[in-house]
């Protein structure tokens, strides 16, 4: 059985805030490890963002676009580099 995660383990975001409810497989199957901004139909949708520090800099800026102050950003980003897509690099 696969290992469900409660955040998207590319961005952190957390899968129940996801619209989509989680990425797609190359199946089309719902994915349960990233969120369907990160991961769609088995492959990342920003193959540019090749590192942890690349993703906390995308996400942190998707946040204060959102309205978060930037100290909440990085608090939100600071643990980027533990999720497993990073901890495979």
Not at 68 to 85: D, S, V
Request: some cysteine; glycine content about 12%; hydrophobic content about 30%.
């Amino acid at each position: 059985m696969e290992k469900t995660y409660k955040n998207c383990q590319s961005c952190g975001m957390p899968i129940k805030k996801d619209p989509s409810g989680g990425g797609t497989n190359k199946d089309g199957s719902q994915n349960s490890m990233y969120c369907s901004y990160c991961f769609v139909e088995g492959e990342f949708t920003s193959p540019e963002i090749d590192t942890a520090e690349k993703m906390q800099v995308f996400c942190k800026v998707k946040l204060k676009e959102m309205g978060f102050p930037g100290f909440i950003a990085g608090f939100f980003t600071k643990g980027i580099p533990k999720l497993e897509r990073w901890k495979l690099k």
